[in-house]
């Protein structure tokens, strides 16, 4: 078993708030200002600020909390309870930012009173679905309350998750690629000294299941529609990892890319397949120092990084921090950037509930 698993637990959900809350204030910025950036994140790490502002939660803490909340109450799976939760909490609290086609989801789910959960994500796009990255942006939690599962029920359990809204294969399978890097995140002991840990041998884990899932997911979407498919990839996000692992051999050679360059080749857009590598490269890129921001923290430097891409910031920010998070702990977390989020409390609250769920079995 690992070490201090209840400060990764709060690690990953923690992060996931910080990356939400700090990075919405950008959201759309593309690209982002680097002066501004610089400015904005060393002013929110300042030790003792004469007044703490504190930054709200958009659509992507909101939607993470309903599934906290989910598994906390009924320690089960319940896509029933799941979509009821997302509905209630839009219902009740519509200005957090929502996607705009994803709000449709809830109106028809809640004038179907829930019946079939699945259903009214199938028919978005005209039937091909959501490959938006909200469900991957909320899939946190599923990866502590799976984390005794066998991998194939971890990878079920996100696929479902997702599939309440977002049912385009590559919506889903972006939520599952998120959730896996959370797994092996929380399975990765970094170096105590500095923090480092084997870059490439976590990127072929990835690697390695992405190719399956996809293969399997593309036989499955494709049969009767061969043509629909001819001119994209059957595996999308694996081809991502592979330019991930191009990236990191060309940058051991010549100097590190800037957030502007990632963004270009990795995307920075509210699609999951063009945010969820982009978070899990910025990650990454934490075992190595950011120009021209001067920190040795690898959480500080994930935060950084992920921001600096521009465009989706407060997703690819809060999936990025949330990787970080289970990976380094909490511990490395600094104090001050917590203060600033909304909610932080009960956050800390839930990753401890979950990993006391986790931990009686
Ligand atoms: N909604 C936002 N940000 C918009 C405001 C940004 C900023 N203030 C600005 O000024 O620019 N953020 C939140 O939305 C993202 C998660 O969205 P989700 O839950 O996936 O929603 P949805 O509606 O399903 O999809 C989002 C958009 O993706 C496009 N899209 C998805 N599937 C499509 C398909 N099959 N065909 C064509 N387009 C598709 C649509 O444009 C959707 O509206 C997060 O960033 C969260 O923070
Ligand atoms: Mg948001
Ligand atoms: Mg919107
Ligand atoms: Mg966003």
Redesign the pocket.
């Known amino acids: 078993s690992v070490a201090n698993l209840v400060n990764r637990f709060r690690g990953c959900l923690v992060g996931g708030l910080i990356g939400d809350c700090l990075g919405s204030p950008f959201?759309?910025d593309n690209p982002i200002s680097r002066s501004v950036l610089y400015n904005f994140v060393t002013k929110q790490l300042e030790e003792s600020p004469k007044t703490v502002q504190t930054f709200p939660y958009?659509?992507?803490t909101a939607m993470t909390k309903s599934i906290c909340e989910s598994f906390i109450q009924l320690k089960q799976f319940d896509a029933k309870d799941m979509a009821k939760r997302f509905t209630l909490e839009y219902i009740r609290d519509p200005k957090r930012?929502?996607?705009?086609?994803?709000?449709d989801v809830f109106a028809a789910l809640n004038h179907t009173h829930f019946e079939e959960p699945y259903s009214p994500a199938r028919l978005?796009?005209n039937g091909?679905?959501?490959?938006?990255?909200?469900?991957a942006?909320r899939t946190n939690p599923v990866a502590l309350f799976g984390y005794h599962l066998p991998i194939d029920e971890l990878i079920e359990l996100s696929g479902n998750c997702a599939k309440i809204?977002?049912s385009?294969r590559n919506?889903y399978n972006g939520a599952i690629l998120q959730c896996l890097a959370v797994r092996e995140a929380l399975n990765t002991i970094p170096s105590q000294t500095d923090h480092s840990f084997d870059v490439n041998s976590y990127l072929n884990r990835l690697i390695e299941k992405m190719q399956t899932i996809e293969t399997k997911s593309y036989e499955k979407v494709s049969i009767g529609s061969k043509a629909t498919f001819n001119d994209v990839s059957e595996t999308p996000f694996t081809d991502k990892l592979n330019k991930i692992k191009t990236i990191f051999e060309s940058e051991s050679k010549v100097s590190e890319l800037s957030g502007e360059m990632v963004a270009h080749i990795l995307g920075n857009d509210?699609?999951a397949l063009k945010s969820v590598p982009s978070a899990i490269y910025s990650v990454l890129r934490s075992q190595k120092a950011i120009e021209n921001f001067d920190t040795t923290n690898p959480f500080v430097r994930t935060l950084y990084f992920s921001l600096s891409l521009g465009g989706?910031t407060?997703?690819i920010g809060s999936m990025a921090c949330s990787i970080a998070g289970a990976l380094y702990g909490y511990e490395v977390i600094p104090n001050i950037l917590q203060k600033h989020c909304e909610d932080i409390h009960l956050i800390v609250k839930y990753a401890d509930d979950l990993y006391n769920n986790v931990s009686k079995n």
């Open positions: 959201e759309g958009t659509d992507d930012g929502y996607g705009g086609n994803v709000i978005q796009f091909s679905g959501s490959y938006g990255n909200g469900g942006m809204t977002h385009n919506g509210v699609s989706d407060d997703t």
